[in-house]
């Protein structure tokens, strides 16, 4: 079995505000949406070759978004999208070096998804 | 900036259950683990260095140690990762033994051809493949696919369970494929729009009730209210969902 690719699909209240969210700070772009008009109940956001799904929560019995891990984008100048993004958004860690040497930091999106972004080798 | 590549992290239970799971029986493939030397794993304790790569496609599965400990926190997400296989039908005959379903495969209306699973650690994985022939299938097959399979003499296969053919009853899907392939053998039963009982035009007016199902001639009746055979009973729930009025200006109501 051939798999083409794994891209992660997450909860969220408000998948407008969040597709705003994504575009507006982090420079994704609308890559897709359902239903075609209307309130979104479903949103594709795509930056380069990262690509992110949201999807409506389900009311009710589901609990509040939460993810024990976490999305990484390999960044070709992690230095610069680190000025980029900044001030934008919540930080969680700052620009550091891990110990396997990499530069990164981390952020939370505006559900509290965690990103992290790494310089890429 | 670009972001030349994603990946995604998952705090797991075991790394090397998940690298098992998701190798061995997803299909992926071990990119990279920490603490293994070429082939040889080197045994030492790693802890929160622990970690390693499986990949599928574009994008790897990072397998991480869950933050809290095995023994305090559960790997949870909400939401699924969501994998592109080449053909969702034949990963679908390769995987659904050997993993634990959530949901069979199935073509839902937004032109995506699905199954479930549930991974080792919990976590949902949806895979899936955009399909833009939306039409009838028998089991996984759709219909173009049934028909090229019958062309070139490949068994046909049918649901489990399924008796098309051989008189006894044809299961859904097949009754639906059958009622595509062969409109006038098997004709198929529009759903009918549900017709409140309050609805029913008041007695008098120009309207005219068409009863189906259980009167499929067609009843009027001269004071606008339903048949008896579509009269609201217990097992509609007091609405008479097998009765439908359509109102025609002008016509005459007959007896």
């Known amino acids: ?121 | 900036m670009t972001l030349a590549r994603m990946d995604l992290v998952l705090e797991v239970r075991e790394i090397d259950a998940s690298i098992e799971y998701y190798t061995r029986t997803l299909g992926f493939e071990l990119t990279g683990r920490a603490g293994t030397e070429g082939e040889q794993r080197l045994d030492r304790g790693l802890g929160a260095d622990d970690w390693a790569h499986v990949e599928a496609g574009a994008t790897s599965l990072v397998f991480v140690p869950l933050e809290g400990g095995a023994e305090n926190s559960v790997p949870v997400m909400t939401g699924s990762i969501y994998l592109y296989p080449e053909d969702v039908d034949k990963a679908w005959d390769e995987l659904h033994e050997h993993v634990e379903v959530t949901w069979p495969i199935r073509t839902w209306p937004y032109g995506m051809r699905e199954f479930g699973v549930r991974d080792v650690n919990g976590y949902w994985l949806v895979f899936g493949q955009a399909v833009d022939d939306l039409s009838p299938r028998v089991g996984t097959l759709s219909l173009p696919r049934l028909v090229d399979r019958a062309k070139t003499g490949d068994e046909v296969r049918k649901p489990p369970g399924c008796g098309a053919g051989r008189g006894r009853s044809v299961c859904r899907p097949c009754r639906w494929a059958w009622s595509f392939a062969f409109p006038m053998a098997l004709r198929r039963r529009k759903p009918l729009p549900v017709a409140n009982v309050s609805t029913a035009p008041t007695p008098g007016t120009s309207s005219r009730i068409r009863c189906v199902r259980r009167c499929w001639s067609g009843t009027v009746t001269p004071s606008g209210t339903c048949c008896a055979g579509c009269l609201p009973s217990a097992s509609t729930r007091g609405r008479a969902s097998i009765c439908t009025t359509v109102a025609f200006p002008g016509s005459r109501s007959r007896a």
């Open chain 1, 1 to 121: 079995m051939q798999l083409l690719d794994a891209i992660p699909m997450l909860e969220t209240d408000d998948v407008e505000g969040t597709a705003d969210f994504y575009v507006e700070k982090l420079g994704f772009k609308q890559h897709g949406r359902f239903p075609g008009t209307g309130a979104m109940t479903w949103a594709s956001l795509k930056r380069d070759r990262a690509q992110i799904m949201f999807s409506a929560r389900e009311g009710g019995a589901r609990r509040a978004p939460m993810w024990t891990g976490a999305i990484y984008c390999h960044a070709l100048d992690v230095g610069r999208l680190w000025e980029e993004l900044r001030a934008e958004v919540e930080v969680e860690r700052e620009l550091n070096t891990n110990p396997r040497g990499t530069l990164e930091f981390t952020i939370r999106d505006c559900n509290g998804y965690r990103l992290r972004f790494g310089e890429s080798e």
